[in-house]
């Protein structure tokens, strides 16, 4: 059935990188957008990034230049790089997706239809 797995976070020090990924199963990523979301402890869920069905991107301040999200249709993967991390980067992240056959661009703020179950990335010395 349709599932969606993210992996790739873990400890790390401030400054390092990280890939997480977002293998989906069940289905196909060509007509959906694609959703990064973090949540930190006492915190609301925020949008990270987003990637639309024709590689239009968004990202939120807080990571812009230090993130790229990218998309493998063939693989069935999504990305998201993370490079020069920061402590505040602490949370757990998730990949959503979202059907898209009818947007023109994307956006965290959408409704998304799936969700993976997160992984945990800790920034810390």
């Known amino acids: 059935q349709v599932q969606l797995v993210e992996s790739g976070g873990g400890l790390v020090q401030p400054g390092g990188s990280l890939r997480l990924s977002c293998a989906a199963s069940?289905?196909?990523?060509?007509?959906?957008?694609i959703g990064w979301f973090r949540q930190a402890p006492g915190k609301e869920r925020e949008g990270v990034s987003c990637?639309?069905?024709?590689?239009?991107?968004y990202y939120a301040d807080s990571v812009k230049g230090r993130v790229t999200i990218s998309r493998d249709n063939a693989q069935n993967t999504v990305y998201l790089q993370m490079n020069s991390l920061k402590p505040e980067d602490t949370a757990v992240y998730y990949c959503?997706?979202?059907?898209?056959?009818?947007?023109?661009?994307?956006?965290?703020?959408?409704?998304?239809?799936?969700w993976g179950q997160g992984t945990q990335v800790t920034v810390s010395s």
């Open positions: 959503a997706l979202r059907f898209a056959a009818y947007d023109s661009s994307c956006s965290v703020s959408y409704e998304y239809d799936y």
């Open positions: 069940g289905f196909t990523l060509d007509y959906y957008a």
């Open positions: 990637i639309s069905r024709d590689g239009s991107t």
